[in-house]
């Protein structure tokens, strides 16, 4: 029998003894102890000292709905008494992943009729690895396998996600190299706040964009199988590329015939206002990976959406030797579908698009206005990053080594706020459902602990 009835420093013995987490120096995590997180209703969590906590991060930006909702609850306990398991492959199916599908046709952009389902996004992006080149290979050309992408992109952790990602900590893992596949390969990022130097926001999106070009010649065109970006970079910072910068992609892409992937893991499901960040930003993708906000994170399940034109490839072009056991598992596909049930009769997208969003990013302004280190403000929706600065002026940064995110994240946790530090920015992802009420206590929280930070590098 599980024993839940423990303090929080037999959780935490028990976690450095046992338990090895993502992302974490596993000897600095054991001494510092973890936050052991019990419980969760709405927009807050609470850990093992009871401490209530307002999660302006939606977990990992997926918990879109926010906690506790019954209606995803009661679906998943329907159908795990109906059929908890079984696969879709060797010619079965399973009514949830039927009905998923169809209902994804209507809430994904226009020419998006089909679907893939995968565990994660990690495994969708590989997913889209494999279907890319078989897709060039039906066409009759083979040699287009390389992947395209950028600097500092983050698209999830198997090894081609690690390789389609740009973070060079990640391709090194494992020594030099040790993490990185051929067959990928990385232009700038379109951050104009710490690279644009002395351009405008415009002329600097555009030259980034044409990056992409330059690499496209390099490699030769007949190599390119396609270029993966999110509309809005998640875990880079909330980086919101320049106008200038999607129109000349687009323009690329179909100038060398590359297919473009919008990866939608964190921009889909309402983040930005919209159904999916390819509207927000005017993309026109052949393919999108969707996870996190696919079921709010409840239960694990991942999916690439398709446009008609590629599938009529892969239609004709034999078997997909491709899949996973998980592959639309039916309980996480019955949760997929209350979940999108959810957003669509709450009006979420709406809400996110007209309320909750614009009145986030107005409280942020003030910021960017009123506090010494407050640099911009970036974002769309309930999606955003506030870079801290030094100086704003010359838009000078902290250094990696002040890493003045982390300082801020921990001030954040003594002040029962979850707010991530991404180098040196700190970033707000909250459940679409937050209230205004609930804004304006995180934009206090979040002023105290930018107070604080700024104190500590006074
Ligand atoms: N793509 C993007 C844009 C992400 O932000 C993430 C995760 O944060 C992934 C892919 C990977 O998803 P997962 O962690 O479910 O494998």
């Known amino acids: 029998m599980m024993n839940f009835n423990r303090t929080t420093a037999q959780w935490q013995e028990l976690d450095r003894d046992h338990h090895t987490h993502p992302f974490s120096d596993p000897k600095a995590l054991g001494e510092k102890g973890t936050r052991v997180i019990t419980k969760a209703e709405g927009s807050y969590i609470w850990d093992s000292d009871d401490n209530k906590i307002l999660d302006g991060m939606a977990g990992l930006w997926c918990v879109n709905v926010g906690y506790g909702r019954t209606e995803l609850i009661e679906a998943a306990d329907r159908q795990m008494r109906q059929l908890p398991y079984y696969n879709s492959f060797f010619q079965t199916s399973n009514p949830p992943q039927i009905e998923l599908s169809r209902l994804l046709s209507e809430v994904t952009p226009e020419g998006f009729n089909h679907f893939f389902f995968a565990g994660s996004g990690s495994e969708a992006n590989d997913t889209n690895v494999r279907l890319v080149r078989h897709y060039w290979d039906i066409k009759g050309q083979p040699k287009k396998k390389t992947f395209i992408s950028r600097h500092n992109a983050y698209h999830g952790s198997t090894l ?42 415009e002329e600097f999106g555009l030259m980034r ?91 694990p399940i991942a999916a690439i959406g398709m446009q008609d034109d590629f599938f009529a490839v892969l239609n004709g072009g034999g078997d997909i030797n491709h899949g996973y056991t998980y592959s639309g598992h039916p309980v996480a596909s019955a949760v997929a579908i209350a979940n999108i049930h959810y957003i669509r009769d709450h009006n979420l997208v709406e809400k996110v698009r007209e309320d909750t969003g614009p009145y986030l990013h107005a409280g942020l302004q003030h910021l960017v206005d009123s506090h010494p280190i407050v640099g911009e403000v970036r974002g769309r929706g309930l999606m955003a990053g506030i870079q801290l600065v030094k100086d704003k002026a010359s838009r000078t940064t902290f250094s990696g080594d002040e890493d003045a995110g982390t300082v801020c994240r921990d001030h954040c946790f003594s002040n029962n706020l979850i707010m991530r530090g991404v180098g040196q920015s700190m970033i707000i992802s909250p459940p679409l459902t937050i209230s205004r009420i609930e804004i304006d206590e995180l934009l206090a929280k979040a002023k105290i602990c930018l107070d604080a930070t700024g104190r500590d590098f006074g």
């Not at 200038?244 to 323009?251: A, D, G, L, M």
Request: contains cysteine.
């Open 160 to 201: 081609a996600a690690t390789s389609l990602g740009g973070m060079g900590y990640m391709h090194n893992m494992g020594g030099e190299g040790g993490s990185l596949l051929p067959g990928f390969e990385h232009i700038g990022q379109p951050f104009w706040y710490l690279e644009g130097g002395d351009m405008t926001p």
């Open 209 to 299: 964009a044409q990056e992409l070009e330059t690499k496209i010649l390099e490699l030769g065109a007949d190599s390119v199988a396609a270029f993966i970006a999110e509309p809005i970079q998640g875990a880079g910072g909330v980086i919101v590329p320049p106008a200038t910068y999607w129109p000349e992609i687009q323009r690329i892409c179909k100038k060398y015939d590359i297919l473009l992937i919008a990866d939608e893991v964190i921009c889909g499901f309402g983040r930005t206002g919209n159904w999916f960040g390819s509207e927000t930003m005017g993309i026109k993708p052949d393919l999108i990976t969707m996870a996190k906000g696919l079921s709010s994170g409840y239960l």
